[in-house]
């Protein structure tokens, strides 16, 4: 339900003129409203987000999982994150 209005918002901007800061913004608001969901359902939310391909969902994720990684209590959850997001994250950054 959240990943509907996140990319609903998201989608009210062009993608070539919003900036960074403001994505992190409401990367942030909707955080708070998944934050309490299970670690893996979490992560196929952010596995759908990071497959559309669209930089703005993509930095959603990014900052999910630094905010995941932030709060941890086990130092593995960073690992289960790129464990579970490392082909998409390199393959994001190699072009």
């Known amino acids: 339900m959240a990943i509907q ?3 609903k918002e998201l989608g009210q901007y062009n993608a070539s003129n919003i900036r960074v800061p403001v994505v992190r913004k409401i990367s942030s608001r909707y955080f ?3 934050r309490t969901q299970p670690k893996n359902e ?3 939310q952010c596995e759908d987000l ?5 930089w ?3 930095t959603v994720v990014f900052d999910w999982a630094f905010r995941l990684g932030r709060r941890a209590r086990y130092q ?3 690992g289960t994150l790129f464990v579970l997001f490392g082909f998409q994250i390199a ?3 190699s072009g």
């Open 76 to 78: 593995n959850t960073m």
């Open 50 to 54: 990071l497959e559309s391909g669209n």
């Open 32 to 34: 708070r409203k998944v």
């Open 42 to 44: 979490i992560f196929k």
């Open 91 to 93: 393959h994001s950054f």
């Open 5 to 7: 209005e996140l990319r």
């Open 56 to 58: 703005m969902e993509r």
